[in-house]
């Protein structure tokens, strides 16, 4: 799938979708007691969707604009930016972050 992905892209929605995966699971490992993650990287229609899913219970992050000195609280702000749509939900599975990025053919 990623060298679908790669190839159906520009080089410039592959480096988002490598932020977007290295952001979400940096978050879910520093934030949750998950032992483990599922990405997923995905085509649909002209957009590349990635998931990320930890084992963990809690409450859906949301973005929020940090403030000046913060040490946390830019990650989630930057990946939204760089996406199309985002969201999260809950399942059995854990909690997953997803992102969608508008796919610039090359």
Known sequence: ???CVAEACT?????RSHTVIGE???NALEHTASRSLAVTLAL????VVV???DEGAGDIPVTALPEG???????LFM??????RWGGR???QGLTGWRRLLCRRP
């Not at 649909?44 to 957009?47: C, F, I, L, V």
């Not at 990946?79 to 199309?84: E, I, M, P």
Request: aromatic share 2%.
């Open 79 to 84: 990946v939204a930016a760089l996406a199309h």
């Open 69 to 75: 000195d913060d040490e946390h609280g830019r990650g």
């Open 24 to 26: 979400l699971a940096a």
């Open 51 to 53: 998931t990320v899913t």
């Open 11 to 15: 080089s410039t929605t592959w480096t």
């Open 44 to 47: 649909a229609g002209r957009s």
């Open 1 to 3: 799938m990623a060298r």
């Open 90 to 92: 809950r399942s059995r």
